[in-house]
């Protein structure tokens, strides 16, 4: 079973994309600041990364530069209710940028569509 990070500081958010990726067969950690994401990411280097942009303290994007920089293949999906980041060239090294909405369903497939494009590549050469 596939696990996601999910790092968020609102709780009734990772609360509901908990629930909803729990529904779709996935395991799924939380973290309410990107600096215990980070340590929840070199805990338990999970399968795919959902980071909010603006939170307290380290900000997604810094975040989203120290998790590339630990393990380039985890994707990323920068998961925000700024659309305005989309713009900015740091963000583009995310895999996804998808723009929150009560409705999960985009979020969702996002995650799908890139953990299945992850499995197609394989695990890297040695």
């Known amino acids: 079973m596939p696990t996601i990070l999910i790092v968020d ?3 009734n958010l990772r609360l509901l994309y ?5 529904d779709e067969g996935f395991e799924v950690i939380e ?6 994401g980070l340590r929840e990411f070199e805990r338990r280097r999970p399968d795919l ?3 909010d942009i603006r939170m307290p303290g380290m900000n997604g994007l810094e975040a989203m530069a120290q998790v590339l920089d630990r393990d380039r293949r985890v994707p990323i ?8 980041y989309r713009d900015d060239f740091t963000s583009w090294a995310a895999d996804a940028y998808v723009t929150k909405s009560a409705d999960t369903a985009e979020l969702v497939r996002t995650v ?3 953990l299945e494009e992850r499995a197609h590549i394989g695990p890297p050469e040695l």
Not at 77 to 84: E, F, I, K, R
């Open 31 to 36: 973290a309410a600041t990107a600096e215990e």
């Open 49 to 51: 990364v959902v980071l």
């Open 18 to 22: 908990r629930k909803e990726l729990e």
């Open 112 to 114: 799908r569509r890139l």
């Open 9 to 11: 500081d609102e709780a």
């Open 77 to 84: 999906v920068l998961h925000t209710a700024y659309d305005s």
